[in-house]
């Protein structure tokens, strides 16, 4: 018979195996690795969840559902009267929502009452396309009277607060000119200033650049990725021009069809 055989398959002793030495050990037992940390979970600055929306009386838009956190850039793009700027003038409690869910800077949408809407537009940074500046004042005197209206009353912490925003934007030494005196991209740097007056936690711009030659377009969709990037602002800009959109990439919700198309989903 072969030596290795063993055929009344009995069990083969310990002994043969382990050594005492081996036999008296405790048990191995591997320690679990332990758990990565979670990232932190992020804020929502902007949440629609199936809300129509409408322009004056007439709906464009219908189930419409996104979600944008703290801290992103988002374009959203379409062909006009595709319900852009109507999705933005609901954010800013111009238009009701009348069905689903909207939040935007902590606010409920849709239970928000009219004397709460200047609270919500005071964490909100607004820059327009035809800038509505008031010309009969100055550059300083423009982001004065801004602050006033949203309850500033300290002379000295408003002119400080009016260097703070017209050094980011980068026209701090032309506080004293009207409007007419500064160029369309200068203008509009004006109305992103107006806009930061409040550090604001959401910027909504509404075609910033339609007025603006591609320079100085690129110039402004530079400024507002840098008040992005370095102040951590939510930034949402409504705009057509997919030349600087193909240049500084971020997402980009697309209304196309009475549908939304994500490019993060």
Same mark, same amino acid.
């Given at each position: 018979?072969?030596?290795?055989?063993?055929?009344?398959?009995?069990?083969?002793?310990?002994?043969?195996?382990?050594?005492?030495?081996?036999?008296?050990?405790?048990?191995?037992?591997?320690?679990?690795?332990?758990?990565?940390?979670? /990232?932190? $979970?992020?804020? !929502?600055?902007?949440? +629609? *969840?199936? @809300?129509?929306?409408?322009? =004056?009386?007439?709906?464009?838009?219908?189930?419409?559902?996104?979600?944008?956190?703290?801290?992103?850039?988002?374009?959203?793009?379409?062909?006009?009267?595709?319900?852009?700027?109507?999705?933005?003038?609901?954010?800013?409690?111009?238009?009701?929502?009348?069905?689903?869910?909207?939040?935007?800077?902590?606010?409920?949408?849709?239970?928000?009452?009219?004397?709460?809407?200047?609270?919500?537009?005071?964490?909100?940074?607004?820059?327009?396309?035809?800038?509505?500046?008031?010309?009969?004042?100055?550059?300083?005197?423009?982001?004065?009277?801004?602050?006033?209206?949203?309850?500033?009353?300290?002379?000295? /912490?408003? $002119?400080?607060? !009016?260097?703070?925003? +017209? *050094?980011? @934007?980068?026209?701090?030494? =032309?506080?004293?000119?009207?409007?007419?005196?500064?160029?369309?991209?200068?203008?509009?740097?004006?109305?992103?200033?107006?806009?930061?007056?409040?550090?604001?936690?959401?910027?909504?711009?509404?075609?910033?650049?339609?007025?603006?030659?591609?320079?100085?377009?690129?110039?402004?969709?530079?400024?507002?990725?840098?008040?992005?990037?370095?102040?951590?602002?939510?930034?949402?800009?409504?705009?057509?021009?997919?030349?600087?959109?193909?240049?500084?990439?971020?997402?980009?919700?697309?209304?196309?069809?009475?549908?939304?198309?994500?490019?993060?989903?």
């Amino acid at each position: 018979m072969p030596e290795n055989e063993n055929p009344q398959n009995t069990p083969i002793a310990a002994d043969n195996i382990f050594t005492d030495a081996q036999l008296n050990q405790e048990p191995v037992t591997e320690e679990a690795p332990a758990p990565l940390p979670s /990232e932190p $979970e992020r804020k !929502v600055s902007i949440e +629609l *969840k199936d @809300v129509d929306i409408y322009q =004056k009386k007439i709906p464009v838009l219908s189930h419409v559902s996104f979600t944008i956190h703290e801290g992103e850039f988002v374009y959203l793009v379409g062909k006009t009267g595709s319900g852009k700027s109507s999705i933005l003038r609901h954010l800013l409690a111009e238009l009701p929502i009348k069905s689903g869910e909207a939040m935007c800077a902590g606010f409920d949408l849709k239970k928000i009452k009219n004397r709460k809407i200047p609270f919500l537009r005071r964490k909100l940074g607004v820059i327009f396309q035809d800038y509505q500046l008031l010309v009969d004042k100055t550059v300083k005197e423009n982001l004065i009277a801004a602050m006033k209206a949203t309850g500033w009353k300290n002379t000295r /912490e408003m $002119e400080e607060r !009016v260097q703070e925003v +017209l *050094k980011l @934007v980068h026209l701090e030494t =032309k506080d004293f000119k009207y409007p007419f005196q500064l160029s369309g991209g200068e203008q509009q740097r004006v109305c992103i200033a107006r806009a930061l007056l409040n550090r604001p936690e959401v910027i909504l711009a509404d075609e910033p650049t339609g007025n603006l030659d591609p320079i100085t377009a690129e110039e402004i969709f530079q400024l507002l990725h840098d008040i992005n990037r370095e102040q951590g602002t939510t930034v949402l800009m409504s705009t057509h021009n997919f030349t600087m959109i193909d240049k500084f990439t971020s997402r980009t919700i697309c209304i196309e069809d009475g549908n939304l198309i994500d490019t993060m989903l």
